[in-house]
Protein backbone atom coordinates (compact mmCIF):
# COMPACT_ATOMS: atom_id res chain seq x y z
CA UNK A 1 0.00 0.00 0.00
CA UNK A 2 1.63 3.73 -0.72
CA UNK A 3 0.59 7.21 -2.33
CA UNK A 4 2.43 9.01 -4.55
CA UNK A 5 2.80 12.77 -3.95
CA UNK A 6 4.72 15.34 -5.47
CA UNK A 7 6.51 18.52 -3.51
CA UNK A 8 9.37 20.27 -3.83
CA UNK A 9 11.75 18.70 -6.16
CA UNK A 10 10.67 15.68 -6.21
CA UNK A 11 8.18 13.18 -6.61
CA UNK A 12 7.82 10.25 -3.51
CA UNK A 13 5.99 7.14 -2.91
CA UNK A 14 4.71 6.76 0.91
CA UNK A 15 4.63 3.29 2.02
CA UNK A 16 2.45 1.74 4.25
CA UNK A 17 4.01 -1.85 4.82
CA UNK A 18 1.82 -2.84 7.59
CA UNK A 19 -1.29 -1.51 6.73
CA UNK A 20 -1.87 0.32 9.51
CA UNK A 21 -2.54 3.56 7.58
CA UNK A 22 0.28 5.17 8.96
CA UNK A 23 3.43 6.05 6.68
CA UNK A 24 6.53 3.58 7.26
CA UNK A 25 8.77 4.54 4.93
CA UNK A 26 9.57 7.75 1.81
CA UNK A 27 10.94 6.59 -1.41
CA UNK A 28 11.92 9.19 -3.66
CA UNK A 29 10.91 8.34 -7.23
CA UNK A 30 11.82 11.30 -9.16
CA UNK A 31 13.30 14.61 -8.95
CA UNK A 32 16.48 16.17 -10.27
CA UNK A 33 14.96 19.28 -11.65
CA UNK A 34 16.51 22.69 -11.76
CA UNK A 35 14.46 24.40 -8.29
CA UNK A 36 12.39 27.64 -8.78
CA UNK A 37 11.69 29.98 -5.92
CA UNK A 38 8.45 28.75 -5.08
CA UNK A 39 7.58 26.37 -2.12
CA UNK A 40 6.14 23.94 -4.85
CA UNK A 41 7.34 22.72 -8.39
CA UNK A 42 6.05 19.25 -8.77
CA UNK A 43 1.83 19.60 -8.84
CA UNK A 44 -0.60 16.84 -9.44
CA UNK A 45 0.01 13.71 -10.13
CA UNK A 46 -2.20 10.32 -11.71
CA UNK A 47 -1.65 7.10 -13.20
CA UNK A 48 -2.48 5.15 -16.31
CA UNK A 49 -2.95 2.35 -16.93
CA UNK A 50 0.23 0.62 -17.40
CA UNK A 51 1.26 2.42 -13.98
CA UNK A 52 2.77 5.19 -15.53
CA UNK A 53 3.11 8.40 -14.06
CA UNK A 54 2.16 11.75 -15.04
CA UNK A 55 2.70 14.87 -13.17
CA UNK A 56 3.34 19.00 -13.88
CA UNK A 57 6.26 20.95 -13.40
CA UNK A 58 5.85 24.45 -12.64
CA UNK A 59 6.38 27.74 -14.96
CA UNK A 60 10.26 28.29 -14.07
CA UNK A 61 9.12 32.26 -13.58
CA UNK A 62 5.63 33.12 -13.67
CA UNK A 63 6.18 37.02 -13.36
CA UNK A 64 8.96 36.94 -16.31
CA UNK A 65 7.48 33.61 -18.49
CA UNK A 66 10.15 34.49 -21.40
CA UNK A 67 12.61 35.00 -18.77
CA UNK A 68 13.60 38.04 -20.59
CA UNK A 69 17.41 39.08 -19.45
CA UNK A 70 18.28 43.41 -18.47
CA UNK A 71 19.42 43.47 -22.51
CA UNK A 72 16.00 42.45 -23.27
CA UNK A 73 16.79 38.74 -24.49
CA UNK A 74 14.48 35.62 -23.90
CA UNK A 75 15.70 32.84 -21.91
CA UNK A 76 12.98 30.75 -22.34
CA UNK A 77 13.84 27.30 -23.35
CA UNK A 78 11.49 24.99 -24.65
CA UNK A 79 13.61 21.66 -24.09
CA UNK A 80 13.45 22.74 -20.04
CA UNK A 81 11.61 20.91 -17.63
CA UNK A 82 9.89 23.64 -16.28
CA UNK A 83 6.39 24.50 -17.25
CA UNK A 84 6.15 21.14 -18.67
CA UNK A 85 3.82 16.96 -17.71
CA UNK A 86 6.23 15.08 -17.06
CA UNK A 87 5.51 10.87 -17.14
CA UNK A 88 7.30 8.84 -15.50
CA UNK A 89 8.13 4.84 -16.50
CA UNK A 90 6.28 2.35 -14.46
CA UNK A 91 9.36 0.73 -13.14
CA UNK A 92 10.74 4.55 -12.19
CA UNK A 93 13.86 4.09 -14.76
CA UNK A 94 12.67 6.91 -17.10
CA UNK A 95 10.92 10.49 -17.01
CA UNK A 96 9.78 12.40 -20.12
CA UNK A 97 8.68 15.64 -21.15
CA UNK A 98 5.15 14.93 -23.11
CA UNK A 99 3.94 18.19 -22.93
CA UNK A 100 4.96 21.76 -22.77
CA UNK A 101 3.33 25.33 -21.42
CA UNK A 102 2.19 24.86 -18.77
CA UNK A 103 2.13 26.96 -15.95
CA UNK A 104 1.34 25.63 -12.76
CA UNK A 105 -0.99 22.38 -13.48
CA UNK A 106 -2.68 21.68 -10.13
CA UNK A 107 -4.81 18.21 -10.89
CA UNK A 108 -4.35 15.38 -13.49
CA UNK A 109 -6.75 12.63 -14.10
CA UNK A 110 -7.39 10.50 -17.21
CA UNK A 111 -11.50 9.83 -18.25
CA UNK A 112 -13.41 7.12 -19.61
CA UNK A 113 -11.77 7.18 -23.11
CA UNK A 114 -8.04 7.07 -21.40
CA UNK A 115 -7.40 10.70 -22.31
CA UNK A 116 -5.62 12.50 -19.81
CA UNK A 117 -6.66 16.14 -18.47
CA UNK A 118 -5.37 18.78 -16.04
CA UNK A 119 -6.08 22.12 -14.74
CA UNK A 120 -3.85 24.83 -15.29
CA UNK A 121 -3.46 27.91 -12.77
CA UNK A 122 -4.62 31.84 -15.40
CA UNK A 123 -1.56 34.08 -15.84
CA UNK A 124 -2.54 37.06 -17.34
CA UNK A 125 -1.52 38.91 -14.12
CA UNK A 126 1.84 38.94 -15.23
CA UNK A 127 2.24 38.19 -18.08
CA UNK A 128 -0.76 39.14 -21.30
CA UNK A 129 -2.42 36.34 -22.95
CA UNK A 130 -0.43 34.01 -20.84
CA UNK A 131 -3.58 31.99 -19.49
CA UNK A 132 -6.05 34.51 -19.20
CA UNK A 133 -8.70 32.19 -17.65
CA UNK A 134 -7.75 29.45 -15.27
CA UNK A 135 -8.49 26.14 -17.52
CA UNK A 136 -9.08 22.38 -18.08
CA UNK A 137 -6.89 21.15 -20.18
CA UNK A 138 -6.70 17.71 -22.72
CA UNK A 139 -2.96 16.99 -22.49
CA UNK A 140 -1.93 15.41 -26.16
CA UNK A 141 1.65 14.78 -26.54
CA UNK A 142 4.00 16.76 -28.22
CA UNK A 143 1.59 20.23 -27.83
CA UNK A 144 2.09 23.38 -26.06
CA UNK A 145 -0.19 25.25 -24.29
CA UNK A 146 0.09 28.72 -24.10
CA UNK A 147 2.14 29.69 -21.25
CA UNK A 148 4.26 31.60 -22.14
CA UNK A 149 2.46 31.52 -25.53
CA UNK A 150 3.89 31.44 -29.20
CA UNK A 151 5.84 35.25 -29.24
CA UNK A 152 7.62 36.14 -32.87
CA UNK A 153 10.95 36.76 -31.28
CA UNK A 154 10.87 35.28 -27.88
CA UNK A 155 8.75 31.89 -28.49
CA UNK A 156 8.69 31.57 -32.25
CA UNK A 157 8.60 27.35 -32.61
CA UNK A 158 5.39 26.43 -31.33
CA UNK A 159 1.30 26.59 -31.73
CA UNK A 160 -0.79 27.54 -28.53
CA UNK A 161 -3.40 24.45 -28.34
CA UNK A 162 -6.50 25.82 -26.96
CA UNK A 163 -8.11 25.30 -23.83
CA UNK A 164 -11.20 22.65 -23.27
CA UNK A 165 -12.67 25.04 -20.98
CA UNK A 166 -12.06 28.31 -19.28
CA UNK A 167 -13.70 29.05 -16.10
CA UNK A 168 -13.91 33.06 -15.81
CA UNK A 169 -13.79 35.93 -15.30
CA UNK A 170 -10.45 36.02 -14.04
CA UNK A 171 -9.15 34.30 -11.03
CA UNK A 172 -10.85 31.44 -10.01
CA UNK A 173 -7.86 29.57 -9.65
CA UNK A 174 -8.98 26.28 -10.91
CA UNK A 175 -7.17 23.66 -8.31
CA UNK A 176 -8.82 20.02 -7.61
CA UNK A 177 -10.07 18.05 -10.44
CA UNK A 178 -12.03 14.63 -10.40
CA UNK A 179 -14.12 12.60 -12.99
CA UNK A 180 -17.53 11.68 -11.80
CA UNK A 181 -17.25 8.10 -11.80
CA UNK A 182 -18.15 5.36 -9.52
CA UNK A 183 -16.53 4.02 -6.86
CA UNK A 184 -16.09 0.03 -6.23
CA UNK A 185 -19.50 -0.17 -7.67
CA UNK A 186 -21.11 2.48 -5.77
CA UNK A 187 -23.19 5.41 -7.30
CA UNK A 188 -22.13 8.24 -8.85
CA UNK A 189 -22.64 12.25 -7.45
CA UNK A 190 -25.76 13.39 -8.40
CA UNK A 191 -27.98 12.61 -11.01
CA UNK A 192 -27.13 9.48 -13.42
CA UNK A 193 -26.78 12.00 -16.04
CA UNK A 194 -23.82 13.62 -14.17
CA UNK A 195 -22.18 10.25 -14.49
CA UNK A 196 -18.46 10.46 -16.23
CA UNK A 197 -18.33 14.56 -16.03
CA UNK A 198 -15.45 16.71 -14.09
CA UNK A 199 -15.60 18.29 -10.70
CA UNK A 200 -13.33 21.36 -10.71
CA UNK A 201 -12.54 22.65 -8.10
CA UNK A 202 -12.11 27.07 -7.59
CA UNK A 203 -9.56 27.38 -4.76
CA UNK A 204 -9.89 31.67 -4.66
CA UNK A 205 -13.62 31.86 -4.74
CA UNK A 206 -15.03 28.76 -3.21
CA UNK A 207 -16.05 27.20 -6.15
CA UNK A 208 -17.05 23.71 -7.66
CA UNK A 209 -18.15 23.54 -11.06
CA UNK A 210 -19.50 20.50 -13.40
CA UNK A 211 -18.11 20.35 -16.38
CA UNK A 212 -19.40 18.14 -19.09
CA UNK A 213 -17.24 17.16 -22.30
CA UNK A 214 -17.82 15.93 -25.16
CA UNK A 215 -15.06 14.09 -27.44
CA UNK A 216 -14.91 14.87 -31.26
CA UNK A 217 -12.85 13.82 -34.52
CA UNK A 218 -11.27 17.43 -33.34
CA UNK A 219 -10.58 17.08 -30.07
CA UNK A 220 -12.63 17.87 -27.07
CA UNK A 221 -15.83 20.65 -26.26
CA UNK A 222 -17.23 21.47 -22.93
CA UNK A 223 -19.57 23.47 -21.20
CA UNK A 224 -19.84 24.00 -17.31
CA UNK A 225 -22.08 24.56 -14.68
CA UNK A 226 -21.20 26.47 -11.35
CA UNK A 227 -22.78 23.32 -8.60
CA UNK A 228 -21.35 25.14 -5.10
CA UNK A 229 -20.02 28.37 -3.68
CA UNK A 230 -18.12 27.26 -0.52
CA UNK A 231 -17.33 29.56 2.05
CA UNK A 232 -13.69 28.38 2.56
CA UNK A 233 -11.30 27.94 -0.34
CA UNK A 234 -12.27 24.87 -2.19
CA UNK A 235 -9.14 23.12 -2.78
CA UNK A 236 -9.93 19.17 -4.21
CA UNK A 237 -13.01 16.64 -4.46
CA UNK A 238 -13.49 13.26 -4.44
CA UNK A 239 -16.35 10.87 -5.21
CA UNK A 240 -16.58 8.82 -2.43
CA UNK A 241 -18.30 4.97 -2.23
CA UNK A 242 -21.50 5.79 -1.45
CA UNK A 243 -21.66 8.64 -3.80
CA UNK A 244 -21.09 11.60 -2.00
CA UNK A 245 -18.55 14.37 -2.62
CA UNK A 246 -16.17 15.06 -0.45
CA UNK A 247 -14.45 18.34 -0.26
CA UNK A 248 -11.08 19.27 0.96
CA UNK A 249 -11.09 23.31 2.11
CA UNK A 250 -8.21 25.57 3.28
CA UNK A 251 -8.51 28.41 5.94
CA UNK A 252 -7.80 31.78 5.59
CA UNK A 253 -8.67 34.29 2.67
CA UNK A 254 -7.92 34.27 -0.91
CA UNK A 255 -5.67 34.23 -2.61
CA UNK A 256 -3.60 31.31 -0.62
CA UNK A 257 -5.22 31.04 2.65
CA UNK A 258 -3.05 30.25 6.15
CA UNK A 259 -0.05 28.82 4.32
CA UNK A 260 1.09 25.03 5.72
CA UNK A 261 -0.19 25.75 9.20
CA UNK A 262 -3.66 26.62 8.70
CA UNK A 263 -6.79 24.48 9.29
CA UNK A 264 -8.26 22.68 6.94
CA UNK A 265 -11.81 21.19 6.83
CA UNK A 266 -13.57 18.18 4.77
CA UNK A 267 -17.23 18.37 3.90
CA UNK A 268 -19.79 15.87 2.63
CA UNK A 269 -21.89 16.99 -0.05
CA UNK A 270 -25.17 14.78 -0.84
CA UNK A 271 -28.10 14.94 -3.63
CA UNK A 272 -30.84 15.80 -1.07
CA UNK A 273 -33.65 14.76 -3.59
CA UNK A 274 -33.29 12.91 -6.85
CA UNK A 275 -36.62 14.26 -8.41
CA UNK A 276 -36.28 17.88 -8.21
CA UNK A 277 -36.27 19.12 -12.20
CA UNK A 278 -32.68 19.89 -12.39
CA UNK A 279 -31.41 22.78 -15.76
CA UNK A 280 -29.48 21.20 -18.10
CA UNK A 281 -29.03 23.56 -21.24
CA UNK A 282 -29.85 27.26 -21.46
CA UNK A 283 -30.02 29.02 -24.77
CA UNK A 284 -31.89 31.89 -26.25
CA UNK A 285 -33.95 30.40 -28.63
CA UNK A 286 -35.11 33.68 -30.39
CA UNK A 287 -33.92 37.34 -30.15
CA UNK A 288 -36.78 37.67 -27.37
CA UNK A 289 -36.83 34.45 -25.82
CA UNK A 290 -34.72 31.97 -23.27
CA UNK A 291 -35.17 28.13 -23.57
CA UNK A 292 -34.61 26.28 -20.26
CA UNK A 293 -34.35 22.21 -20.63
CA UNK A 294 -34.81 20.53 -17.68
CA UNK A 295 -34.26 16.96 -17.08
CA UNK A 296 -37.79 15.67 -15.73
CA UNK A 297 -40.88 17.56 -15.69
CA UNK A 298 -41.99 20.72 -13.47
CA UNK A 299 -45.04 21.35 -12.65
CA UNK A 300 -47.06 24.54 -13.13
CA UNK A 301 -48.36 25.32 -10.05
CA UNK A 302 -44.04 25.07 -8.89
CA UNK A 303 -43.73 27.98 -11.03
CA UNK A 304 -46.89 30.07 -10.65
CA UNK A 305 -46.31 33.61 -9.19
CA UNK A 306 -42.84 33.59 -10.35
CA UNK A 307 -42.68 35.49 -13.14
CA UNK A 308 -42.25 39.44 -11.35
CA UNK A 309 -39.52 37.11 -9.48
CA UNK A 310 -36.95 36.02 -11.61
CA UNK A 311 -33.85 38.22 -12.54
CA UNK A 312 -31.73 38.06 -15.60
CA UNK A 313 -28.28 40.17 -15.77
CA UNK A 314 -26.23 40.68 -18.61
CA UNK A 315 -21.98 41.89 -18.49
CA UNK A 316 -19.08 40.19 -19.00
CA UNK A 317 -18.16 39.96 -15.53
CA UNK A 318 -21.65 38.48 -14.98
CA UNK A 319 -21.73 34.49 -14.16
CA UNK A 320 -24.35 32.13 -12.59
CA UNK A 321 -24.30 32.06 -9.01
CA UNK A 322 -22.94 35.09 -8.69
CA UNK A 323 -24.88 36.40 -5.67
CA UNK A 324 -23.69 33.09 -3.58
CA UNK A 325 -19.76 34.16 -3.84
CA UNK A 326 -18.45 35.01 -1.04
CA UNK A 327 -14.60 35.11 -1.51
CA UNK A 328 -12.83 37.97 -3.20
CA UNK A 329 -9.30 37.56 -4.27
CA UNK A 330 -7.33 40.72 -3.56
CA UNK A 331 -6.83 41.94 -7.44
CA UNK A 332 -7.37 45.33 -9.30
CA UNK A 333 -8.71 43.26 -11.79
CA UNK A 334 -11.72 41.46 -9.44
CA UNK A 335 -12.67 44.90 -8.41
CA UNK A 336 -13.12 46.11 -11.31
CA UNK A 337 -15.49 42.98 -12.28
CA UNK A 338 -17.20 43.74 -8.96
CA UNK A 339 -17.56 47.30 -9.78
CA UNK A 340 -18.33 46.61 -13.61
CA UNK A 341 -22.28 47.73 -14.49
CA UNK A 342 -24.89 44.53 -14.30
CA UNK A 343 -27.64 45.20 -17.18
CA UNK A 344 -31.07 43.90 -15.81
CA UNK A 345 -33.23 42.48 -18.95
CA UNK A 346 -37.04 42.60 -18.33
CA UNK A 347 -38.71 39.60 -18.42
CA UNK A 348 -42.05 39.85 -19.62
CA UNK A 349 -43.91 36.17 -20.15
CA UNK A 350 -43.07 32.70 -18.91
CA UNK A 351 -44.64 29.43 -20.67
CA UNK A 352 -44.51 25.39 -20.16
CA UNK A 353 -43.77 22.84 -23.44
CA UNK A 354 -46.21 20.42 -23.50
CA UNK A 355 -43.91 17.94 -21.87
CA UNK A 356 -43.65 20.18 -19.08
CA UNK A 357 -39.97 19.83 -19.27
CA UNK A 358 -38.68 23.03 -21.41
CA UNK A 359 -39.57 26.29 -19.66
CA UNK A 360 -39.95 29.39 -22.07
CA UNK A 361 -39.09 33.01 -20.63
CA UNK A 362 -40.31 36.03 -22.78
CA UNK A 363 -37.82 39.14 -22.60
CA UNK A 364 -36.27 42.23 -23.61
CA UNK A 365 -34.02 41.70 -27.06
CA UNK A 366 -30.85 40.13 -26.14
CA UNK A 367 -28.89 42.08 -28.03
CA UNK A 368 -25.31 42.39 -26.53
CA UNK A 369 -22.88 39.58 -27.17
CA UNK A 370 -21.90 39.32 -23.71
CA UNK A 371 -22.25 36.47 -20.67
CA UNK A 372 -26.18 36.16 -19.35
CA UNK A 373 -27.26 34.74 -15.57
CA UNK A 374 -30.55 34.11 -14.69
CA UNK A 375 -32.23 33.37 -11.51
CA UNK A 376 -35.22 31.45 -10.87
CA UNK A 377 -37.13 31.50 -7.57
CA UNK A 378 -38.44 27.99 -7.22
Not at 65 to 94: C, M, N, P
Not at 263 to 269: D, F, Q
Request: glycine share 8%; charged share 20%.
Amino acid sequence: RGLFTPSKGKVSLIVDRDGDDCADEEIVVASGWKEIIQNVDATGITMDSAGNLYFGLGTADFSNAYQIDEQGRSHYDLQSDRGTVQRLSADFSKRDTIATGVRFPIAFAFNQYSDLFCTDQEGATWLSNGNPFDELLHIVPGKHYGFPPRHPKHNPHVIDEPSVFDYGPQHQSTCGMVFNETVHGGPIFGPSWWNHQAIVCGESRGKIWRTQMCKTRHGYVAQSQLIACLQMLTVDACVAVNGELVVACHSGPPDWGTGPTGIGKLYRIRMKDANVPRPVQIWPASQREIAIALDQPVSPEAIQGSLEHILIQASDSTRAGDQYETLTPPYAVVQRQAITPRRRIQVHGMSLSSDRRLLLIQTDPLTHNTHYAMSLPW
